[in-house]
């Protein structure tokens, strides 16, 4: 079989720590059911759940960049925000990066794991980690998500004083390391009810307007959806990348309260394709 050839130990592992070990970890903290219906988190590439780990290195995208990263490194297992299988593959050429990506971490023997909107959806995740770093308290979910687990999407919360919008916008760039940070027009408001979804969540505009949030932040947003809401929120893109950067603290905590003998490398490559002039 194609990983029974290619997927060989990395090193001598010191400790025995299976792959279903991380998978069940992470899984047990936002579990795949919880993803949307596109989505396609999970494990994309290899291991074997029976496969020893000898290392996870956590990132947001999966390139070629970071697959090199990762056998520098001693991993054998990239755990990313982002699926790089997202879209289905009928050839696997070399052509796009995605195909690049999927051919060397076969030959390399490296697994690709993704946690992607069920760590979204999930309690205390991405959207969750964006409200705590913002100061939000009394927190609940925009979106309520059914079926028995308590999950979400997006996330409504109140910062301990009200701040004037101008202040607020400028306080998230600089939290955040924002470069360019597109907004609505402004009108003197005081803002202390917050909504936002990481990513791209404009989705949840509406829904923000209906919970009396003073201001609505998200990763992305489309042109049109801006139009008609001057009065009534502040409306703020952070940037995709920028908005769900946390994510690899998020993976390291939760890996790091339950498998503290696994050894956690973060990626040092930004990954982010968006630059600015």
């Given amino acids: 079989m194609l990983f029974a050839r290619y997927f060989v130990p990395l090193q001598t592992f010191l400790i025995n720590m299976k792959a279903k070990q991380v998978f069940d970890a992470l899984e047990q903290y936002a579990p795949l059911p919880l993803q949307d219906s596109y989505d396609n988190a999970g ?42 299988l997202f879209r289905g593959l009928k050839t696997i050429s070399g052509k796009t990066y995605v195909e690049r990506c999927v051919i060397k971490a076969i030959q390399k023997g490296i697994g690709i794991y993704a946690a992607h909107t069920n760590l979204d959806n999930a309690q205390g995740g991405v959207n969750y980690r964006i409200a705590e770093t913002i100061g939000l308290t009394n927190l609940a979910f925009l979106e309520e998500r059914a079926g028995g687990i308590t999950a979400g999407a997006g996330v409504i919360g109140e910062l301990p004083v009200a701040e004037d919008e101008r202040e607020f916008l400028k306080r998230m760039k600089a939290l955040f390391g924002i470069q360019c940070m597109r907004h609505n027009q402004l009108n003197g408001r005081k803002i202390r009810r917050v909504a936002l979804c990481g990513g791209a969540g404009g989705f949840l505009l509406q829904r923000a307007i209906e919970c009396g949030a003073d201001a609505f932040l998200t990763g992305e947003m489309h042109y049109h959806d801006y139009f008609g809401h001057e009065y ?44 600015y002039l």
């Fill in 43 to 84: 494990l994309q590439i290899g291991l074997t759940e029976e496969q020893e780990v000898a290392g996870a290195l956590l990132c947001l995208d999966v390139t070629e960049d970071v697959i090199d990263e990762a056998e520098r490194m001693g991993c054998n297992l990239i755990v990313a925000h982002h699926p790089l």
């Fill in 232 to 275: 009534e929120l502040l409306i703020a893109e952070m940037g995709h990348y920028e908005s769900e950067q946390y994510t690899i603290d998020l993976f390291a905590e939760v890996l790091g309260r339950q498998l503290p003998e696994l050894r956690i490398v973060k990626t040092t490559i930004n990954t982010n394709p968006i630059n």
